[in-house]
């Protein structure tokens, strides 16, 4: 199981022109086939909501005295929804996130910490109960969260 989690994370990092040392942006050719909308603004904001209000509810039912099932539920419900959310933010923010804009625009500093904090969310559930376990969810939460307070402040 590791060997392919290394292969997945290698493959995309050698897609990001930075680690692959391409001078080319990132599906610089590559053009959304919808047509942004503020639905879809509207949909990657409430998912981005509900992750962050999911993840402090497995931080606080987090089996010490509740039962484990319930933290291990709300544990993959979050990492469903952070998943939701990066998904809807890629289709909501297409063109909008990228190497076309400084890495400090507020736009770029929300994709980050968005997506790092996802990543984490996600990754959580499937290495528990490693102590690995505890930091990625807390740290996937508090970038989550931060995420959603920026948006909210720029």
Excluded: C
Excluded at 50 to 60: E, R, W
Excluded at 73 to 81: E, K, Q, V
Aim: hydrophobic share 55%; charged share 10%.
């Amino acid at each position: 199981m590791r060997p392919l989690l290394l292969l997945i994370l290698w493959g995309i990092l050698s897609a990001v022109p930075v680690f692959a040392n391409e001078p080319t942006p990132l599906l610089a050719d590559v053009q959304p086939s919808f047509q942004q909308n503020e639905t879809l603004n509207t949909i990657h904001l409430g998912l981005g909501i509900a992750t962050v209000t999911s993840g402090l509810l497995t931080g606080i039912f987090n089996g010490t005295w509740v039962d484990v099932r319930v933290h291990r539920t709300l544990a993959y419900t979050s990492a469903g929804l952070a998943f939701s959310t990066m998904v809807f933010g890629i289709l909501a923010h297409w063109g909008e996130v990228g190497t076309n804009a400084p890495l400090g625009d507020p736009k770029n500093i929300h994709a980050i910490l968005g997506a790092a904090g996802g990543l984490m969310l996600m990754a959580a559930p499937f290495v528990a109960p490693a102590p690995a376990h505890e930091f990625l969810g807390v740290g996937g939460e508090l970038l989550m969260g931060v995420a959603v307070a920026w948006k909210f402040a720029y």
